[in-house]
């Protein structure tokens, strides 16, 4: 009676492709959501000819916290 070959170990590679498209798109995220928010605040300051740039210091410090409350909330989603 012939019997069949062992199975191959199951692959990671689908795993790993696609924690690195999750990881990858939060960088993307982060990147969009500064880059945004401190096109926005220079904007602003230009806008309004401030003399000091308050208003990119405050939307940079502002996306740069919800950056990261967006990296916080999507790695406490995983477990």
């Given amino acids: 009676m012939a019997t069949n070959p062992p199975l191959p ?3 990671d590679s689908a795993r790993n492709n696609s924690a690195l498209a ?5 960088a993307v995220q982060m990147i969009a959501i500064i880059g945004l928010s401190t096109w926005a605040g220079i904007w602003l300051d230009g806008h309004f000819q401030t003399k000091t740039p308050w ?3 405050g939307l940079t ?5 919800g950056a990261l409350y967006q990296v916080i909330r999507s790695a406490s989603s995983d477990e």
């Avoid at 999750?22 to 939060?26: N, T």
């Fill in 61 to 65: 410090l502002t996306g740069i916290f």
């Fill in 9 to 11: 170990p199951p692959d």
């Fill in 22 to 26: 999750k990881y990858g798109s939060i």
């Fill in 55 to 57: 208003y990119t210091i």
